[in-house]
């Protein structure tokens, strides 16, 4: 309703303008035509009067003449009738007596001038016809009739200009809001349901105007958003679903390499297991001896299974499940499994962990993240070296610049749980900082890598609403800082 009252503002302001100027015009035209018939009026009186007065002065001599024009100012009580520049009967005239003699018997002359008392009069004047020094009749009434015609006429040209005004207002405001409030509030309300996601679309206008064009176009507009809208839905889903293979596969090549070192770490209880089973079986022991030993296959039997099923659990698909987990214990187990993997390339790792450092995040995935990590520093080093992963919590933390963030980390300071993973290997060369994170990128040699590893590990990170950054600027080795948010959201 904004545009239709600027509307009717605006053709009120024009339309009053216009009235307003055509009423002045009005008034001195009507003000003109009254002044004209004025003197008019009273140069006919004049004239009637001094033919009468000159006829009288004829038969009857100057005296009758002048009772003759005394007799007619009594007669007529809204005019003053004088006879004037008599030389028998002198009387003031606001005119040249001298101005009068030269007049024109034919001709009149009128103006307004003030009388004795100082108050506005038409006065008009007619030369007696006869002899020169005769004098003339003067016809003279109040300006104010002049005046009371010219307010009335301003009063009912202001009343008509109003009457006008507001008639064209209420015309304007009623079309304004039939031919553009309405269909406008419908557009406003289409566009906000399409901000909102609402892709329903927008009523059609009747109208054939650009309003109905716009309506038209809004349509086309709302069933393009909607196609485009169900496509991105649909490449978001198989992007995730494609990431989500990635992770897996990712997992699984992940497990083959921790296999290796796995499985020269069980040679040692299945030896235990075989020995002391064997001396159980053969009769070699018995009694109390053989039931330590069925404790010892027991234990080497548990230990076994205990890394077979984090092995099958790391290697099972997951979907993100979020917990208040322990990162600090989630380090020791991801240090434990790459621990076999470390000992054969005689790299040491070791955990320091202040406290639990507890933080929102599915296990599986955030273990995978730490693997891929940990791992990525064991073959930094294949001569051997040392690997430490600090776990401590943080008050406050926002993402650094150059970090690998995403709009899920917020840059308000938070508290965070910071995980961090160095070596002591090469480091990492300058050219390379800038795409360590991209997918399949990797300096290794064909068949010693994907180039999946820190890529997943990155979009695991920020998933969760964290970052991972890196730092190469050491004398020597590589850190890697995994940043997880502590809060619950």
Not at 238 to 261: C, K, N
Not at 416 to 426: S, Y
Not at 439 to 452: A, E, Q, W, Y
Request: with cysteine; charged share 20%; hydrophobic share 45%.
């Amino acid at each position: 309703m904004k545009l239709v009252t600027k509307l009717t503002v605006a053709f009120m302001i024009v339309t009053c303008a216009v009235l307003a100027i055509n009423g002045v015009l009005r008034v001195r035209h009507e003000v003109r035509a009254f002044h004209a018939d004025l003197v008019l009026d009273h140069g006919r009186i004049a004239h009637a009067l001094a033919q009468a007065a000159s006829a009288v002065r004829a038969t009857d001599g100057p005296d009758a003449s002048r009772a003759f024009i005394h007799e007619a100012n009594a007669r007529d009580g809204s005019l003053a009738i004088r006879w004037v520049c008599d030389p028998g009967r002198p009387l003031d005239a606001h005119v040249s007596c001298d101005e009068l003699a030269t007049l024109s018997p034919a001709a009149e002359l009128s103006r307004v001038t003030e009388d004795g008392a100082g108050r506005a009069r038409m006065y008009t004047w007619v030369r007696v016809s006869g002899d020169a020094s005769a004098g003339a009749i003067e016809v003279s009434e109040p300006a104010d009739a002049e005046r009371t015609y010219s307010r009335e006429v301003f009063f009912d040209s202001l009343v008509s200009a109003a009457s006008m005004a507001i008639a064209f207002a209420l015309t304007a405001f009623s079309l304004g809001t039939l031919l553009v409030g309405r269909p406008t509030r419908k557009l406003i309300d289409a566009a906000r349901r399409i901000g909102r996601g609402d892709f329903e679309a927008p009523p059609a206008l009747e109208s054939a105007d650009e309003l109905g064009a716009l309506a038209v176009e809004m349509r086309a507009m709302a069933s393009q958003l909607r196609e485009a809208t169900d496509k991105a839905a649909e490449e978001t889903r198989a992007r995730i679903a494609t990431l989500e293979q990635l992770r897996h596969v990712d997992r699984l090549l992940t497990v083959g390499r921790l296999a290796s070192g796995i499985a020269h770490e069980m040679g040692t209880p299945l030896n235990v297991v075989e020995v002391r089973a064997s001396m159980i079986a053969t009769g070699e022991i018995a009694g109390e001896p053989a039931r330590q030993a069925a404790s010892v296959i027991v234990e080497s039997c548990e230990r076994m299974t205990r890394t077979i099923g984090q092995l099958l659990a790391f290697a099972r698909p997951q979907v993100l499940e979020r917990t208040a987990s322990s990162v600090a214990r989630l380090a020791r187990q991801t240090v434990a499994l790459v621990a076999p993997l470390g000992a054969k390339s005689r790299v040491e790792i070791e955990v320091e962990a202040a406290g639990d450092a507890v933080a929102n995040v599915d296990e599986l995935q955030v273990q995978q993240a730490l693997t891929n990590l940990v791992m990525n520093a064991v073959q930094a080093m294949p001569g051997g070296g040392h690997v430490r992963v600090l776990v401590e919590a943080v008050p406050e933390a926002v993402p650094p610049e150059g970090a690998s963030t995403t709009a899920t980390a917020s840059t308000a300071p938070k508290p965070f749980v910071r995980v961090r993973v160095e070596d002591d290997g090469p480091g990492i060369a300058p050219e390379h900082l800038a795409h360590i994170f991209d997918p399949f990128f990797t300096t290794k040699d064909v068949g010693s890598g994907t180039g999946l590893g820190l890529s997943i590990a990155d979009n695991i990170v920020r998933d969760h609403g964290g970052w991972i950054a890196v730092s190469a600027s050491r004398p020597k080795g590589t850190a890697f800082e995994v940043f997880l948010p502590s809060e619950v959201t």
